[in-house]
């Protein structure tokens, strides 16, 4: 069984079905349960009524308070939206704010070029593990989704590759995906985000601007991630030990979300 199913929703290409993977021991990962996105906005309506037939109950929504309500989501009526800021305490250093320096190429080269772009989204990977907003963020989430009367439910931040990416990368971790099938899934956002945006990249490297930077800013490497998970590793040890020392959810609680995420033997 392949995992990480699209959806045909043109509005959210990034919209995947978390389910389908195989853990390390032979069990799968539900399907329509639990789905990641790029923002629900803008959308037709059409594409809403499609959403609509997934039978949602909770968004989760890990963008910024300032993102949401420039884009607020649209969502079928009766799904309840959580806010989850991942960012909050992450100042200027957040990948969202990457892409408002692409307003200026100059600006831009000068202080993402040269690999430095893949620096801050280093650090940024490293916070969703450290920073106090993104452990409580991913911890309302997690606990969320161990809730069966909230689901289905889908989460999403802006483009839904990093904030989004971390989620969904450690969920996957914690259900014993294999690290490989995680890594696998998480590049796939490269194949739904960069071909959106290429107007605006070819744009921005039409006007003296680095390709490096909008391909890091729109799209995602296996590095990012790599960074995330050793910092679990450096601070906690295991994914166990994350969910349990930093985000508060213990044993009972991670078996919780195995129990009704996973089927099979």
């Known amino acids: 069984m392949t995992g990480g199913a699209t959806l045909d929703i043109p509005s959210l290409p990034n919209l995947r079905d978390l389910g389908g993977h195989r853990t390390a021991d032979g069990r799968i990962v539900r399907t329509g349960l639990v789905y990641r996105s790029d923002q629900p906005s803008p ?14 109950r909770t968004v989760f929504d890990l963008r910024g308070a300032d993102e949401a ?13 959580v806010p989850l800021d991942v960012l909050a305490d992450m100042s200027r250093t957040g990948p969202v704010l990457l892409g408002q320096l692409l307003e200026s190429v100059a600006l831009a ?4 070029g040269d690999g430095k772009v893949d620096r801050h989204f280093d650090g940024a990977y490293r916070g969703f593990v450290t920073f106090a907003s993104a452990r409580r963020a991913y911890r309302e989430l997690f606990l969320g989704l161990s809730d069966p009367a909230r689901l289905p439910a889908l989460f999403h931040c802006l483009t839904g590759k990093d904030r989004t990416g971390w989620a969904a990368a450690a969920l996957l971790a914690l259900l014993d995906v294999p690290h490989e099938v995680i890594v696998s899934d998480y590049l796939r956002s490269n194949e739904f985000t960069l071909p959106r945006y290429s107007t605006a990249i070819d744009a921005f490297v039409a006007a003296g601007g680095d390709r490096s930077i909008p391909q890091a800013v ?9 960074k995330a998970f ?17 985000l508060g959810i213990d044993r009972q609680g991670q078996e919780r979300l195995r129990e009704i995420l996973l089927a099979g033997a």
């Open 109 to 112: 080269n000068e202080v993402l």
């Open 69 to 81: 309500a420039d884009r607020p989501d649209q969502l079928p009526e009766g799904v309840e939206r």
């Open 43 to 56: 959308m037709t309506a059409e594409d809403v009524e499609r959403l609509a037939t997934l039978g949602l």
């Open 230 to 246: 050793d910092e679990v590793a450096k601070r906690h040890g295991t994914i166990e030990a994350y969910f349990e020392q930093g």
């Open 218 to 226: 729109f799209g995602v490497k296996a590095q990012y991630l790599e």
